[in-house]
């Protein structure tokens, strides 16, 4: 080797495909963090003063780093979603988070499975990102999903598990913007048409249609509207204070206060009469007595002995619990939609779902009609209060526009 090679030292580059900063040592790149950042500057010249100090050779790995550098995705992902399986839990009971985490992964492990978590880098996610979008994923689906196996790699990241390097080279992969990809649109939520709600409660069990009502006064979620007890229910003042016993931003340490106004607590006070201080006071058990009690007063022929015997027989499929679940409570709109608005005869197969797609809606779409009537009658900081969101950006998806008060604003100006 030449006195002049001898004398030359690695220079401080950029490493374009993922905007880090990289060296050149004994034929093996280190990265070193964001390019032009003070850190990755201290870090090049920590590295190469210990290049030096080896007689220009890198100095051996410590057992540590060795582990990282062997590590599998596939064995990245056992790990996480171990850890996940504890940490996304509420109430005893696992959360949609960890059902959501477990498909996120579940297009890494396919595709990459068996590559070393050090060699998984911003190419690599990309295509995961694209194997999503060929699925039919929406866009904001997979957003949210890319979003998540970029949380993995922090979790590993704290834990010690895989280099930082990692993480920086994930969090350059930019989300899907809309209109500016191949993923698949979806429309906004919107709130519930009027004229779709009042027929629904027609048919509708007692309990459904107070559940119903509560929302769309209120703009509770629809966990909140399921889990009233009376207990939960303060009933001392002018107007009743709910504090639900769990709620969605509970694990960020914020207090959930719901305020019932005179027409809420008329709905409300006789289930809250019916019921013990610590049950539920929409009960689906409650709801199929009453059903089969409305049927049997209906009846004008005798039972057989046969259907005698049906009712003695234990059938555990029909054994409800004594809270409606979100799946449960959506199921008993859809099946009050089916009954208020009967698919007309005589459409054709794309003109039934059509018309299907616009007369059904889901509880979750309440909350839209009332924040949208709160911003219309007293102003968006007054719906941000009583949705108790943090900031009115949050508001801002859920309220709709009015155009109607655009409408007459145009109308004034010209």
């Known amino acids: 080797m030449s006195a002049r090679t001898r ?49 220009r050779s890198l100095p051996p790995k410590p057992e540590r780093a060795t582990e990282r550098e062997n590590l599998l995705v596939n064995e990245l992902i056992l790990a996480y979603v171990e850890f996940a399986n504890g940490y996304y839990v509420k109430g005893g009971k696992p959360t949609g988070e960890l059902h959501s985490v477990r498909d996120a992964l579940r297009v890494v492990a396919t595709h990459f499975g068996s590559t070393r978590t050090k060699d998984f880098g911003p190419v690599e996610l990309r295509k995961v990102r694209d194997a999503m979008v060929e699925t039919g994923l929406c866009r904001k689906v997979v957003n949210s999903r890319i979003n998540r196996v970029r949380r993995m790699f922090k979790w590993a990241v704290e834990h010690g598990r895989v280099d930082p390097v990692v993480l920086h080279g994930l969090q350059a992969v930019s989300p899907l913007r809309e209109g500016r990809s191949s993923a698949r649109e979806t429309a906004p939520v919107a709130p519930v048409p009027e004229e779709l709600i009042e027929p629904v409660l027609q048919y509708a069990p007692r ?50 206060l719901i305020h019932i106004g005179p027409q809420a607590q008329v709905i409300l006070e006789p289930f809250l009469k019916e019921h013990a201080p610590e049950e539920f006071v929409f009960s689906p058990q409650e709801a199929m007595r009453e059903l089969r009690l409305q049927r049997r007063l209906r009846r004008t022929t005798r039972p057989t002995p046969s259907e005698l015997a049906r009712r003695r027989m234990f059938r555990p499929k029909e054994i409800l619990g004594n809270l409606y679940t979100r799946r449960s409570y959506a199921v008993a709109i859809a099946r009050g939609c089916r009954k208020a608005f009967p698919i007309p005869k005589g459409l054709k197969e794309s003109e039934k779902r059509d018309w299907v797609r616009s007369h059904r809606w889901s509880p979750n779409r309440l909350r839209h009609n009332a924040a949208t009537f709160l911003r219309k009658q007293f102003g968006i900081e007054a719906a941000r209060v009583v949705l108790s969101h943090t900031s009115a950006g949050t508001t801002e998806i859920y309220a709709e526009l009015d155009a109607r008060k655009a409408a007459e604003v145009m109308e004034k100006v010209g």
């Open 207 to 256: 309990q459904v249609a107070a559940m119903i009502r509560h929302q769309y006064l209120t703009g509770m979620r629809p966990g909140e509207v399921m889990s009233i007890r009376t207990c939960d229910v303060d009933r001392t003042g002018r107007i009743w204070i709910y504090r639900p016993s769990s709620h969605k931003t509970e694990h960020f340490g914020r207090a959930r």
């Open 7 to 55: 004398l030359r030292v690695p220079k401080y580059r950029l490493h374009k495909p993922t905007g880090l900063a990289v060296v050149r040592l004994s034929g093996r790149d280190l990265y070193l963090g964001p390019y032009g950042t003070p850190e990755s500057e201290c870090r090049y010249e920590s590295v190469v003063a210990d290049w030096l100090k080896h007689d």
